[in-house]
């Protein structure tokens, strides 16, 4: 029996979360960590960060170590979804910061545009 040269790759991206994800190399792991997030691999590799990396145990949840039925899965099921509840959270707090950033840039110029126009009206 052949030994799976696959690794387990824990790959972190700041704009969308952990991806947990099998392959032999990085390369590998970063393309299947974009599949994962349902992006183009362009668009992510930049950012892929490696949080760690274990070797791959068929039937072992890479989170949590419990064994499962899962053919070719790396988490079992409670893990998976805990995993992508995790990722939607994460996610939905960069938009909404990244929101309410736009909205105090967008009253900052709103507040100094009103400013240069009073001084305008006083000095004339």
Same mark, same amino acid.
């Given at each position: 029996?052949? $030994? ?23 390369? !590998?792991?970063?393309v ?11 668009? $992510?590799a930049?950012?892929?960060? $490696? ?26 099921p409670?893990?998976?979804?805990? !995993? ?5 959270? !994460? ?11 736009? !909205? ?21």
């Open positions: 029996m052949a $030994v799976s040269k696959e690794q387990v790759w824990f790959l972190r991206h700041e704009g969308h979360g952990v991806a947990i994800v099998r392959a032999a190399n990085f390369e !590998q792991a970063t299947a960590a974009a599949k994962f997030w349902g992006v183009r691999w362009g668009e $992510v930049a950012g892929i960060e $490696v949080e760690r990396k274990k070797p791959l145990l068929n039937n072992i949840c890479a989170r949590c170590g419990k064994m499962f039925q899962g053919g070719r899965e790396i988490l079992c409670p893990c998976e979804r805990k !995993q992508r509840e995790e990722d939607a959270e !994460q996610v939905r707090i960069k938009r909404m910061i990244r929101e309410r950033y736009k !909205q105090e840039a967008r009253m900052m110029r709103k507040g100094a545009a009103d400013e240069e126009g009073r001084g305008a009206e006083v000095d004339a």
